[in-house]
């Protein structure tokens, strides 16, 4: 069964970097699309943006692109997010997840991953 923990979450600035990392096991990840997701206060879950295990595809939402880098490294089973120039709006929970069916068309939605982990916090407030 595959088990995903992410880590990194913590309370920063406005302009700040932030590194979260989701350590993966339990399986072969070969064919996964793994994503991040994230949950504002009060607000539904947000696609962030995903990558395939195998290969260089990678997808952002229009809010995060071109300031986070989702990446992933095979010999350590991780997957990782690098977000900069962050915003207040960008304080969410985030989550790590893993599909290893989901199609291009669905990789955006949360129904079309089967696995989770447990969320990190990030907050950005001056």
């Known amino acids: 069964q595959v088990q995903l923990v992410e880590s990194g979450g913590a309370l920063v600035q406005p302009g700040d970097s932030l590194r979260l990392s989701c350590a993966a096991s339990?399986?072969?990840?070969?064919?996964?699309?793994m994503a991040w997701f994230r949950r504002p206060p009060g607000k539904d879950l947000q696609f962030v943006a995903a990558?395939?295990?195998?290969?260089?595809?990678?997808w952002y939402s229009d809010s995060v692109k071109g300031r986070f880098t989702i990446s992933r490294d095979k010999a350590k089973n991780t997957v990782s997010l690098q977000m900069n120039t962050l915003k207040e709006e960008d304080t969410a929970v985030y989550y790590c997840?893993?599909?290893?069916?989901?199609?291009?068309?669905?990789?955006?939605?949360?129904?079309?991953?089967?696995?989770w982990g447990q969320g990190t916090q990030v907050a950005v407030s001056s």
């Open positions: 997840a893993a599909s290893r069916t989901v199609i291009l068309s669905s990789l955006r939605r949360s129904s079309a991953y089967a696995s």
């Open positions: 339990g399986g072969t990840f070969g064919g996964y699309t």
């Open positions: 990558i395939k295990w195998n290969g260089d595809s990678t």
